[in-house]
C-alpha cells in the first residue's frame, strides 16, 4: 500500500514514496522540484514510479499552482487531500487563535516533531524550526500543546528588502562571518543572527516555561546556514514535514478501521 508525500512550499515541491502509510516505513522514493518545473511531473520524475495507493499533502503556495499540482496526481487518478489544520491532530494541541488559519507546514512539521520526541521514551518540550523562503520557530510544550511561534523573513527574502530599500545596495550572496569587512558578509552575517538571535531567545523562553530543556528540531533547505551560528544543541531533521504526514495518514486509517 504505496503512500505519496507531497510537501509544496513558496519555491519547491518535494515528495516522498512510502512502502506504507505509517511512520517509520520504508522510504521508496523522493525528490525536489522547483515550482516552475512542476507541470512536467508526471512525464519526467514520476513517470516511472508505483502507482501510489494514497496520497496526502500540504501546500502553502496558492491556489494555481495547486490546480497544476493535482494535474499532475492524474498520471494516476489518485484524488488529491490536503491538509487543513484543526484543533487537534497527530498527538498535538493547536494553541493558535484560529487553528484553520495555522499554515498546514507548520501544522505537519509539530506532529511529525511531537512523534519524534515521544518515541524516545520520555516526553519532553521541543523547538521546532523550519528555515525556507520564510523562517519560523514553533513551540511545543511537555504535553504536545502547540504554545505559539514566530514568523522572519528567510535568507533570500530580507536580502531582497535590504536591496529595494536601500540606495545602491546590489551586492552577490555573502558569508556568515563573526566581524564582517564587506557588505555582502556584513548582509548575510546580519541576517543569519537576527535568525539565531530569534531561535535561541524562544528556546530560552521555552526553557524556562516548561522548566526543562527543550528538543531543537531544524528543517529545511537553508537550515545549514544556521546549524553554523547557533550555540544550541539540535538535530536537523530534512524530512519533519514527512513524518507528520505519514502520522496523520496512518491516524485516519486507523480511524476509518475503529468500530
Known sequence: MTF????????????????GAAPGATLL?????FLETIDDLADTVWKDLPTPHTMLGCIVAGEGIKRRVEEQLELWDLP??????????GGITNGYDHP??????RF?????????????GQPRPALVVMVGTAVTVDALDTEGN?????????????????????????????EITDFPTNTSDALMSGGSNAMAGA????????????????VLLMSGGAASKLAA???????TIDSLIFDGLLVLQAQKAAEAYRI
Open 146 to 174: 502547540f504554545l505559539g511561534g514566530m514568523i522572519l523573513p528567510g535568507f533570500g527574502v530580507m536580502q531582497r528588502a535590504l536591496e529595494m530599500s536601500t540606495a545602491g545596495l546590489k551586492v552577490p550572496t555573502g
Open 100 to 105: 484553520n488559519r495555522l499554515g498546514p507546514d
Open 199 to 214: 531561535i535561541e531567545r524562544m528556546h530560552r523562553k521555552l526553557c524556562e516555561f516548561s522548566g526543562q530543556e527543550p
Open 4 to 19: 505519496l508525500a507531497v510537501d509544496v512550499g513558496n519555491t519547491r515541491l518535494k515528495w516522498a514514496q512510502y512502502a
Open 229 to 235: 551560528i547557533t550555540d544550541l544543541h539540535f538535530a
Open 29 to 33: 522514493a523522493h525528490g525536489a522540484v
Open 80 to 89: 488529491p487531500r490536503w491538509v487543513v489544520p484543526s484543533r487537534q491532530a
Open 108 to 120: 505537519v512539521a509539530l506532529i511529525g516533531a511531537r512523534h519524534r520526541v515521544i518515541s524516545r
